[in-house]
């Protein structure tokens, strides 16, 4: 028979896929997208049947086969929840082998499926694979793929990409020798314009004046159109907002985004393209010696050194910051130099604005200080005060520094009254409405501001009526009045007057989701064919009520806590477990899910984290596949909102519990991370880090923390309270240990040594609570001989903390002699002579076993025979013995006792 009259069908589906007959394969492909339409659930098992076979096919030969193929791939990347798995592999075949195709479906196709993958949360690899696409040699395939980020920066809008990677790549394409690549290039470069605006020209730097003129022309002509450009789609996360409000009614569902989201159109912060600088290395030399030196000139000279650094480059690279800080704080508290006070409050400015939220870890101690100093009234200092305190007040919230400024209100001093007051005001203008509307958060700020409303000073009074009425007209009447019933009529009149004048930021505006209305006269990408409607059964959300741990608590518990309030589970998202199996967590923890826990937003972040908390705490048994949640949840425990890392924190807590003993082979990805969480500065956080971090020693074994340097590289960070911790948590958990590698925990010891002569009293006093631990499984003789490696005046402090532990160590029982050890009593050769017990028997080895030293059982003890020599209660040997060296060998490895030798 024929090869062309070969009938398939008889062949597995897997099969002819696989088969080299393009005939075969296209039937395959066809009878695929039938089965793919027939599946309504896309968590179903069906999907991971046929998902693998999926990834191959826009890398089809044939066009006719290669046209199917990438009609069941766009199915699947649509409906399926294994899509975004697909991502990569198809996204390969797609720059190589569709996009420059000469079959105009195929192109069309290809163009679909790039959208999808965008859709579905995976824009970063939509991005890797096509820049890869741009450094090949093939000149079509560049500018394929040039075209192609035209189209989904179109779409989807600019902030949905790396753009700063793309500028450095896309920039040196204009130069290129194919015309068709600096063409696209030059649309692209537009495209981006449209959306990021005037900003976008300091990412393009140096061009050519031909070139340069050609882009002013052109983005001249955008400026003057001046319109906002609206996405005509959005992500997957992005719809679920729409329909979200939708079903609460703020919005209708026959609504033109055209008109409602043109104030939502995604805007691109100018500081995300700016390139990060590390600064630190470049501090001068000495600076922490300088700047406290006796000449003031010394010390301005050095801080102008540092000003010049935070000023000249306007976005910082990120680090730890603490000791620079701190040494800013130290010299602006007790510093009597206005000048040197001056030039260190324009540091810490340039370093909030530099840092932004990665400031604001320092934010609330710094702000403690610039109230206090508000005392000051020389102009010099005053003025700078003001914008570090704007600036420090940019990183942070007014959460997170409510405590310090309500405390400073009933200040004695009319400065700084005055001064925190007009703060206040400030921040009050710039904090989100969501603040304002709970009346337990603003009942101490109203009441303290209320109480200086009868202050004899004219400026307090005043700046607290401007206070009052920012906070008046973002409360609203209604839940403020009740603040301002025993207030004079009068002054209240002057307030609501204040609130008039007041105003008010409005709050960031989310996307919303495009409809089918929208249009635009931009490139049109060609919608995506209809594939199955899954229907989705509505969902019953269940809040829990639930206790969270007091601040300061003490004991912790490592059984499953409890979750935040906000936590919800739903018949959908958390499917009941079955108590007999291990769930797999990147089944139930979806891709939507994990992009949210990335989100810049952190009320997204927020919304995320609990999702994923009631989903760990319903399923007590988890598989130990964790995939892409491992690294998603380490940076959440790194998160700014520390809120939110302790919400990360419990997670960790009760995935150990749900891992078990396959927490041992996640270790080292998550227990440097918790260890850090031990720096934090709340104490309610930090109850949570012990907590997992005793959750995960009793799933595993402390012995395992020692491996790799985990502890060690812990206890090198810089922070006092994190040593302190840590240090307090081994102190007791070293001594109940017993199979520990002696050189895992000798990888310990120069940050032990370090820390026993730390300038801190608390991490001082810890360390060398954890010193006889150490002492006990590696012996006073290795501790002494790795301090003789010290410097000279360290090691007198370290060898003070050793010999004082040395006597606490616990007598050693010796080993029980084995049957075959040579030389005491065992079958081996070498059996001693001349070694006498009370009772003269020769060869008998019941004295130097014997602790106490006792000659004889019972009570029946005696002394020595003048011929014997006692030594150190351990043994006795007969003098003129010839196996005198046998038995200092016994001691002394065995029994671990260094003798002298005067003594034998």
């Not at 929840?81 to 290809?110: F, W, Y």
């Not at 052109?218 to 319109?227: A, I, M, P, R």
């Not at 964790?626 to 302790?646: H, K, P, V």
Request: proline share 6%.
């Amino acid at each position: 028979m024929a090869e062309d009259e070969v009938d398939f069908s008889k062949l597995s589906l897997e099969e002819r896929c696989a088969h080299k007959n393009f005939k075969a394969r296209l039937s395959a492909y066809e009878d695929l997208i039938k089965i793919f339409n027939r599946i309504d659930d896309e968590k179903s098992s069906e999907w991971m049947k046929w998902t693998s076979l999926v990834k191959q096919f826009a890398s089809d030969s044939h066009a006719a086969s290669q046209e199917k193929g990438l009609e069941a791939v766009l199915i699947c990347l649509e409906n399926s929840a294994q899509g975004p798995r697909l991502v990569p592999d198809v996204m390969n075949g797609i720059v190589n082998k569709c996009l420059t195709s000469t079959r105009a479906r195929v192109k069309e196709l290809a163009v679909l499926i790039v959208m999808m993958c965008i859709e579905i949360e995976k824009q970063e690899l939509v991005q890797e694979e096509l820049m890869k696409g741009m450094d090949l040699k093939n000149p079509r395939i560049v500018a394929a793929c040039i075209s192609m980020f035209i189209q989904a920066v179109h779409a989807f809008g600019a902030k949905t990409f790396k753009i700063k990677i793309l500028c450095k790549k896309i920039t040196n394409l204009l130069e290129d020798r194919d015309k068709n690549i600096r063409d696209e290039s030059k649309k692209l470069i537009i495209e981006l314009y449209r959306w990021i605006g005037a900003i976008f020209k300091q990412e393009l730097g140096a061009l050519k004046p031909a070139l340069a003129s050609e882009f002013e022309a052109e983005f001249k002509k955008l400026d003057e159109s001046n319109t906002k450009q609206v996405p005509e789609r959005y992500l997957r996360s992005q719809q679920a907002k729409k329909e979200k409000e939708i079903s609460e009614g703020g919005i209708e569902e026959d609504e033109d985004p055209g008109d409602a989201s043109a104030d939502a159109a995604l805007e691109i912060d100018p500081f995300e393209l700016l390139q990060p600088e590390e600064i630190l290395s470049k501090l001068p030399k000495d600076f922490y010696d300088k700047i406290e030196a006796k000449k003031w000139q010394e010390r301005k000279e050095t801080l102008e050194a540092v000003e010049t650094l935070v000023t000249k480059y306007q976005k910082l690279e990120s680090g730890d910051y603490s000791d620079l800080v701190r040494a800013l704080k130290r010299l602006i508290t007790k510093d009597s130099n206005v000048v040197v006070i001056a030039v260190g409050i324009k540091c810490i400015t340039g370093l909030a604005t530099g840092l932004k939220k990665k400031f604001s870890v320092y934010a609330p101690s710094v702000m403690t200080s610039i109230f206090d100093k508000f005392k000051e009234k020389k102009a010099s200092v005053l003025n700078p005060l003001k914008e570090a305190s704007d600036a420090v007040f940019a990183c942070t919230t007014l959460e997170a520094i409510a405590e310090d400024a309500i405390s400073t209100l009933p200040n004695k001093n009319p400065s700084v009254k005055t001064e925190v007051t007009l703060f206040l005001s400030r921040a009050f203008s710039k904090t989100p409405n969501k603040s304002f509307t709970d009346k337990k958060f603003m009942k101490p700020f109203i009441a303290g501001l209320v109480a200086n409303l009868n202050e004899p000073d004219p400026t307090v009074r005043d700046a607290t009526i401007e206070a009052l009425g920012v906070a008046y007209k973002a409360m609203g009447e209604d839940k403020i009045k009740s603040f301002l019933a025993d207030v004079d009529p009068a002054k209240v009149a002057k307030v609501q007057q204040a609130a008039e004048k007041a105003v008010i930021l409005p709050p960031a505006k989310e996307p919303k989701a495009a409809s089918s209305k929208a249009t635009s006269s931009a490139p049109i990408v060609p919608a995506p064919k209809k594939g199955p409607t899954i229907k989705k059964p509505a969902t019953t959300t269940t809040k829990k009520k639930v206790n969270k741990p007091e601040e300061g608590s003490s004991g912790v518990d490592i059984s499953r806590p409890t979750l935040p309030a906000s936590a919800t589970t739903s018949a959908e998202e958390v499917p009941a477990p079955n108590p007999n199996t291990r769930v797999e967590l990147m089944k139930v923890v979806d891709e939507g899910l994990m992009s949210k826990l990335a989100d810049k937003n952190w009320k997204t972040r927020e919304e995320a984290l609990d999702k994923i908390a009631s989903i760990v705490s319903t399923y007590t048994k988890i598989s130990p596949y964790l995939g892409d949640f491992t690294n998603a949840i380490i940076l959440r425990l790194q998160d700014s909102n520390r809120n939110l890392a302790s919400t990360a924190f419990i997670i960790l807590q009760n995935l150990a519990g749900s891992l078990g003993p396959h927490c041992k082979q996640h270790l080292r990805a998550f227990l440097p991370a918790i260890l850090s969480g031990l720096s934090e500065n709340r104490a309610n956080v930090r109850c949570n880090v012990i907590a997992c971090l005793n959750a995960w020693a009793e799933n595993t074994s402390v012995e395992e923390f020692f491996q790799g340097e985990m502890i060690a590289d812990a206890l090198r960070q810089p922070s006092p309270l994190l040593r302190t911790e840590l240090f307090t948590w081994l102190a007791p958990r070293l001594m109940k240990m017993k199979n520990i590698s002696k050189d895992d925990l000798a990888s310990a010891l120069p940050p032990l040594f370090s820390c026993i002569e730390d300038r801190n009293v608390d991490v001082r006093k810890s360390a060398q609570e954890c010193v006889l631990g150490f002492m006990m499984h590696l012996g006073y003789d290795k501790m002494s001989l790795q301090a003789g490696r010290l410097k000279p005046s360290s090691k007198a402090c370290v060898m003070q903390s050793l010999d004082k532990v040395r006597p606490q160590l616990p007598a050693k029982t010796p080993p029980s002699r084995g049957k075959g050890t040579p030389g005491f009593g065992g079958k081996g050769k070498g059996k001693p002579t001349g070694l006498t017990s009370s009772s003269g028997r020769k060869g008998s080895m019941s004295a130097i076993d014997s602790p106490g030293g006792s000659m004889s059982k019972g009570n029946n003890a005696r002394s020595p025979p003048s011929d014997q020599v006692s030594f150190h209660k351990y043994g006795y040997y007969k003098k003129g013995d010839d196996n005198t060296k046998l038995i200092q060998f016994y001691i002394r490895v065995h029994l671990q006792i260094t003798v002298p030798k005067k003594r034998w």
